[in-house]
């Protein structure tokens, strides 16, 4: 697969999670990351880290007009699609086993350009019989000069 204009990024990552009885939960982080086109695609890639629960993890964000694609590789593995008003399936392979995954997508936006903007998906999850919960991740983008490869707390305005 042909890669081309990959370029370091900074990315804000911002997951809400909310169970059956409406708890919430939400992680922020901000990682290095690389923006780029793959066969005219583009892309958002990055390291999970011990936060996220899923160290050793390369996460893969493909953008397509229509749907996004999360490709894991490393510790976890997993391949999942995002298609607004859908439902799709993946399975995701772990140290403890393997799990079946539903997800039916309720809305995507996505403004990533060039290398800046954000990337939005709320749907709900479920774990083949265990729990449902409703999700959202926002992936915020931008270019930053001189601070790539180091992890830094959440700073307003980007």
Request: aromatic fraction near 6%; proline fraction near 3%; hydrophobic fraction near 30%.
């Amino acid at each position: 697969m042909a890669v081309s204009e990959a370029r370091d990024v900074m990315l804000r990552i911002t997951s809400l999670q909310q169970d059956e009885r409406g708890q919430t939960e939400k992680i922020s982080l901000e990682t290095p990351g690389r923006f780029g086109m793959r066969n005219q695609v583009p892309f958002l890639t990055y390291e999970e880290t011990e936060l996220t629960g899923m160290k050793g993890t390369r996460t893969t964000l493909f953008l397509y007009p229509e749907s996004v694609a999360l490709i894991r590789t490393g510790t976890y593995m997993q391949k999942q699609e995002y298609r607004e008003g859908e439902e799709t399936g993946s399975v995701c392979e772990t140290p403890m086993g393997m799990l079946e995954l539903s997800v039916k997508t309720e809305r995507i936006e996505n403004t990533v350009q060039d290398g800046a903007g954000r990337l939005a998906i709320a749907y709900e999850v479920e774990l083949k019989g265990l729990f449902r919960h409703r999700n959202e991740i926002v992936v915020d983008v931008w270019e930053e000069k001189g601070v790539h490869g180091s992890q830094r707390g959440t700073e307003a305005g980007h």
